[in-house]
């Protein structure tokens, strides 16, 4: 009887544990808004396509600047895009099939190619936890706070900064005119100093990773790193060398973004880096967000 007992238990255990697995990762849950920024951003720039140069790895118009250049970091390719912009509103984010909610993904090249985007990185992967603040173009999708983690705040005017989401709700953040708020890190630079140290890591990730940063060198300037690894060509970065790259080219504030195989850099319409992610033929893989440079069209 204890046998059976006890058989019939382990079968209700397994079972469970599948559904919950793809409940978790593979079931699509859609959410939706919790509150909308009462504050209007001003989107005064528009494309003018008359002034438009672009290379493989630049781009450049009446409103903004993108250079892309690749070095080398500690056996490792590093793709380092600085770019300026005359309108905060240029640089926005975007979520996989227009939709808020778990396990809903996309490819980032495939997102930037929806939305128009002249540049694009991936963002949070904020559909992989059920905590972490989440705000999108001034829209606050979930307000649940992640213990101890620091969130990336976007203000209306393009600043950057870091908030403890312990010390303030995402429902403040948004009053006090949040338009981004992602939730990874952490923060890797802060009034120009390197906050990480030589041990710090994400979670269970191994010390050298893919990477995807964002940082501020001033007003409407911007730093974007995204780092290769996991390869013989290119070993990856820990975040303290991530953050010394991003001091390095003048982030006076950086933050660490979703890694390892989410780490895309799209830049006119293509890939810049080489992802790791994906299968099949494609090596990128499909994620909830992105963070991209690009007009409201």
Not at 52 to 80: F, G, L
Request: hydrophobic residues 30%; proline residues 1%.
């Amino acid at each position: 009887m204890k046998r059976k007992l006890t058989i019939v238990t382990s079968a209700i255990l397994t079972v469970y544990t599948s559904f919950t697995l793809v409940d978790t990762f593979m079931l699509q849950h859609s959410g939706t808004a919790i509150a909308t920024s009462t504050q209007t951003v001003k989107k005064t720039a528009k494309k003018d396509s008359s002034t438009v140069k672009k290379t493989a790895t630049s781009y450049e118009d009446s409103h903004m600047s993108i250079n892309v250049t690749t070095e080398r970091v500690d056996d490792t390719t590093v793709y380092v895009a600085d770019i300026t912009v005359d309108d905060p509103s240029l640089l926005q984010t975007a979520l996989a099939n227009n939709t808020y909610g778990r396990n809903y993904t996309e490819k980032t090249s495939s997102m930037a190619s929806e939305h128009n985007a002249i540049f694009a990185i991936n963002g949070d992967y904020y559909g992989f936890r059920d905590t972490g603040y989440v705000v999108r173009n001034g829209t606050l999708y979930r307000d649940t706070v992640a213990t101890d983690t620091d969130a990336l705040v976007i203000d209306s005017d393009g600043n950057m900064k870091s908030v403890n989401q312990s010390d303030e709700t995402a429902s403040e953040l948004l009053k006090n005119g949040a338009q981004q708020v992602l939730s990874f890190g952490p923060t890797l630079v802060e009034n120009g100093k390197v906050t990480v140290s030589e041990n710090a890591e994400v979670g269970q990730s191994q010390a050298s990773n893919p990477r995807t940063a964002i940082g501020q060198v001033g007003k409407n300037h911007y730093v974007v790193v995204v780092s290769d690894g996991r390869t013989s060509e290119s070993t990856g970065l820990s975040l303290y060398q991530l953050a010394n790259v991003m001091k390095k080219h003048g982030a006076t504030y950086a933050y660490n973004l979703d890694g390892g195989g989410s780490s895309t850099m799209v830049l006119n319409g293509k890939v810049i880096n080489n992802p790791v992610g994906g299968s099949g033929q494609s090596s990128e893989r499909a994620v909830s967000d992105m963070l991209y440079f690009g007009y409201s069209e």
